[in-house]
């Protein structure tokens, strides 16, 4: 399969909003959903939402409902997560992911991973 692309995170402050992209370089075989996660040293990987690719529809885990917006380019290939209010607690690598599985929420569900990148949020 494919590595996914992420763009680059950064260092912003608590408020600060960022937007992060995740581009297939190449078609995705059986792809059904582009998936978000992060992970902070020490914890495990935490799911944040989910964007079906034919429907558009979303799903997001509670602690992000509100503050992070997922949304895709169908044709390019490309999923986003939007961030905004971003808070301390949001530190923490992103990683965008593939599935092929309907109603994934588990790291486990995920085929293709994109590298992660960086999201540091300074009080």
């Known amino acids: 399969q494919v590595q996914l692309v992420e763009s680059r995170g950064g260092l912003v402050q608590a408020g600060d909003s960022l937007r992060l992209s995740c581009a297939a370089p190449g078609p995705i075989l059986r792809f059904y959903a582009m998936g978000w996660f992060r992970q902070a040293p020490g914890k495990e990987r935490e799911f944040l939402g989910r964007?079906?690719?034919?429907?558009?529809?979303?799903y997001y885990e509670e602690s992000v409902k509100g503050r992070f917006t997922i949304s895709r380019d169908y044709g390019n290939l490309t999923a986003y997560l939007q961030m905004n209010f971003l808070k301390p607690g949001d530190t923490a690598a992103y990683y965008c992911?593939?599935?092929?599985?309907?109603?994934?929420?588990?790291?486990?569900?995920?085929?293709?991973w994109g590298e992660g990148t960086q999201v540091t949020v300074s009080s």
């Open positions: 964007i079906t690719w034919t429907s558009g529809r979303t």
């Open positions: 992911a593939a599935t092929r599985t309907y109603g994934a929420t588990a790291s486990g569900d995920y085929d293709t």
